[in-house]
């Protein structure tokens, strides 16, 4: 950013003041509030994430400097409805992955099949292949070893949700990721590439130039396997 562009101290100065004054609001609005869900103190809320927000970037424009803390927006954090005491809890997660490399996914297929003693050539496909490997290992150890099965790692989330009883058996197999109520979700947990970006983005041109040592040390990681291993 130019000098031209910078915010002006008084700017800065400005930010903080309101920062404090959203400090006030809330808890004002916290200690007045008639009950869990009083909309004074969401709104309260929204109003410090906004102004700490603010004063966050204006900081870092004109001193390059940033705050110990973060407050999550409401878009990503909805206000939790579901019981104080929840008595079950589902588990959500997602992983992508693509298949970088379908030759070594195929080759772990095919041990997969010699060691089954099974005869068929479902290892010859890649929905086949995948099919056995997922079969095979735990989605835990595939996380763990996906570079070695010929995939590469995408974004990942985990979502615990609380309910007031556990479902009946069989209940929602049928579609077991439909009405996902996000006012339920007790905690998630995000990775993303796009997260490893922004820190790039922020630690500066240092950074950036340690970066094709990594990406070296993954590809060769990543060398395909030897036919006879």
């Known amino acids: 950013m130019s000098d031209a562009a910078q915010p002006t101290a008084a700017e800065v100065r400005a930010a903080a003041e309101a920062v404090k004054t959203a ?13 869990d869900e009083d909309p004074a103190v969401y709104e309260a809320f929204n109003q410090l994430a906004a102004a700490a927000e603010a004063y966050d970037e204006l900081l870092y424009d004109r001193y390059d400097e940033v705050t110990p803390f973060e407050i999550p927006s409401a878009g990503d954090a909805p206000p939790y409805t579901g019981p104080e005491e929840p008595s079950a ?23 997969i099949e010699a ?13 086949g292949a995948l099919g056995l490997l ?16 010929g995939l590469e790692e995408g974004d990942s989330t985990l979502w615990v949700t609380a309910s007031d009883e556990p479902a009946e058996p069989g209940e929602w197999l049928e579609a077991p990721f439909d009405q996902v109520d996000s006012q339920q979700v007790i905690c998630r947990f995000d990775v993303s590439a796009v997260f490893d970006d922004e820190d ?12 094709p040592a990594l990406v070296l040390d993954e590809d060769e990681a990543l060398e395909p396997l030897d036919a006879d291993r």
């Open 134 to 149: 997922f079969g095979e290992f735990e989605p835990d150890e595939i996380a763990s070893r996906h570079a070695e099965f």
């Open 200 to 211: 790039l983005d922020d630690d500066g041109d240092d950074d950036l130039e340690e970066l």
């Open 89 to 111: 809890v589902s588990v959500l997660i997602r992983r992508d992955y693509a298949v970088a490399e379908p030759q070594r996914l195929r080759a772990h297929a095919q041990r």
């Open 23 to 35: 400090l006030d609001r809330h808890l004002a609005a916290v200690e007045s509030r008639s009950g």
């Open 115 to 127: 060691a089954d003693d099974e005869g068929g050539e479902v290892s010859g496909t890649v929905h």
